[in-house]
């Protein structure tokens, strides 16, 4: 089975604080992703990546980065983290290069739930 | 745009009950489409995934359809148990290899 782990379940941190959410799959897959969901918004992608040091903005990017320097490890990182980046957040993987011709079903970890106060 | 509606929100059954969960989108140029489950603080436990050239697929009491010419896909859950109880969500890969996600709908089954 594919296993996604997500460094933290829960995570508390302060306004203005650099935040790393880590993500580490176990079956080689080439694509990975990160989305952040909210009552209300439902699932919005933040960012993703095809390939080792390749990454790809999603629908919300803004207030993000991401890095993946090794294939199995994929990072989200908030530069300043603000209120209003309290959420869910999901990582995925898949097999398969491009997202558009892997055409396999995404796996997801058990999310972070990030607090930022 | 791609929009993916589910419908309804929530829905509460009987247990043993056959069910039924929509999910439309508005955009037929998709790869496939994903059920997915959600229990409550958890993440995403892909369920079913069905391709734009099939027509359904199944796994044990699920059986998930899909109608790209109308934009609709359904969830049927048969026999259904109090342990089926969680969020649905459904979503669609659209032509740049996202997906687009419902919001979900809410399933209770009580014993």
């Known amino acids: 089975d594919v296993k996604v782990t997500q460094s933290s379940r829960y995570l508390v941190k302060r306004t203005g604080e650099k935040v790393f959410l880590e993500c580490v799959q176990d079956m080689d897959h080439e694509n990975m992703f990160w989305y952040r969901q909210d009552p209300g918004l439902g699932l919005r992608l933040i960012y993703f990546s095809y390939d080792v040091k390749m990454k790809e903005k999603g629908d919300i990017p803004e207030g993000y980065s991401v890095s993946r320097e090794k294939k199995e490890r994929f990072s989200l990182i908030l530069e300043s983290a603000s209120t209003n980046q309290t959420s869910m957040y999901l990582c995925?993987?898949?097999?398969?290069?491009?997202?558009?011709?892997?055409?396999?079903?995404?796996?997801f970890g058990d999310g972070t739930r990030l607090s930022i106060l | 745009k791609q929009e993916v509606t589910q419908i309804p929100a929530a829905l509460s059954v009987p247990e043993g009950e056959n069910l039924v969960l929509n999910c439309s989108f508005t955009?037929?140029?998709?790869?496939?489409l994903q059920w997915f489950r959600q229990d409550p603080g958890k993440g995403l436990t892909s369920l079913l995934l069905i391709q734009s050239s099939q027509r359904e697929q199944t796994s044990g009491r699920l059986n998930a359809s899909l109608d790209k010419s109308s934009g609709r896909s359904t969830l049927y859950i048969a026999a259904s148990q109090p342990g089926d109880s969680a969020t649905y969500l459904c979503?669609?890969?659209?032509?740049?290899?996202?997906?687009?996600f419902g919001q979900g709908t809410e399933l209770s089954v009580k014993p």
């Open positions: 955009d037929s140029a998709i790869y496939n």
């Open positions: 979503a669609a890969t659209n032509q740049g290899g996202k997906l687009i």
């Open positions: 995925a993987s898949s097999f398969g290069g491009h997202p558009g011709f892997g055409n396999q079903p995404q796996h």
